[in-house]
């Protein structure tokens, strides 16, 4: 929703990395947030980036371009485990209201 | 801290009835959204809360959708005449201090199906 967009799904490899891309309308941004969403249970907060540039938290890496309406999630080290869906939430300053992409799912494959 | 409380987990209704389902927040968050997920669209913005005011409802269906927050402890989203398309994960999550502080916590949803 509110031009969040993201591709549905990415597949790679236990040990490799993963890079989840996420695109959005640039007018107005307010700051972006990454959530986790296994199967069958609510999502769950990872990261959250206003500035530019990457923010390195160990596992979970994100990175934002304000200019270019683009951030990408990093997962290194991958594990089985890591495989969910993982959603882009921009925040626009109408009330701060958090608009979710439709999420891409991620299949680790051992 | 028992996170987010949503219930019930499941509701079924038949078409043209109403349903009612409740959201526990987690105690001292200040605001509190609600979200609807289907697979068609994603995870919809329906109406968020802060300190039990009402503060923008423009994701709402406006003609049998209503929330209330009658007190800090929980909320309640009505769907009159509830229709086939309502059917729908619906997620309520709460944030201790959103604008200044930047997470939500989601609940674990209620799914409701309308047959």
């Known amino acids: 929703g509110q031009g969040v967009e993201q591709p549905d799904n990415l597949m790679s490899v236990e040990g490799t990395f993963a890079r989840v891309n996420c695109t959005y309308s640039?007018?107005?941004?307010?700051?972006l947030s990454w959530y986790q969403q296994r199967e069958g249970h609510a999502p769950v907060f990872l990261s959250y980036?206003?500035?530019?540039g990457l923010k390195d938290s160990g596992h979970f890496s994100t990175f934002l371009s304000r200019s270019n309406g683009y951030s990408y999630l990093l997962l290194t080290e991958l594990q089985i485990k890591d495989s969910a869906s993982y959603l882009c939430?921009?925040?626009?300053?109408?009330?701060?209201?958090?608009?979710f992409g439709s999420g891409t799912k991620l299949t680790v494959e051992p | 801290n028992a996170g987010v409380i949503q219930t019930p987990r499941h509701k079924v209704t038949g078409k043209g009835q109403e349903a009612t389902l409740w959201c526990e927040p987690i105690?001292?968050?200040?605001?509190v959204f609600w979200y609807r997920q289907t697979i068609v669209q994603g995870l919809e913005f329906l109406t968020y809360f802060r300190n039990q005011a009402p503060i923008d409802d423009s994701g709402m269906p406006k003609e049998r959708f209503s929330a209330q927050m009658p007190n800090q402890s929980h909320s309640t989203l009505k769907i009159q005449s509830t229709q086939p398309q309502d059917s729908a994960v619906y997620l309520c999550a709460s944030s201790l201090r959103w604008g200044s502080q930047n997470t939500l916590y989601f609940g674990a949803g209620t799914r409701l199906s309308v047959l």
């Open positions: 105690s001292g968050h200040s605001a």
């Open positions: 980036v206003v500035l530019d």
């Open positions: 939430a921009v925040r626009w300053p109408n009330y701060n209201v958090l608009y």
């Open positions: 640039t007018s107005g941004f307010n700051g």
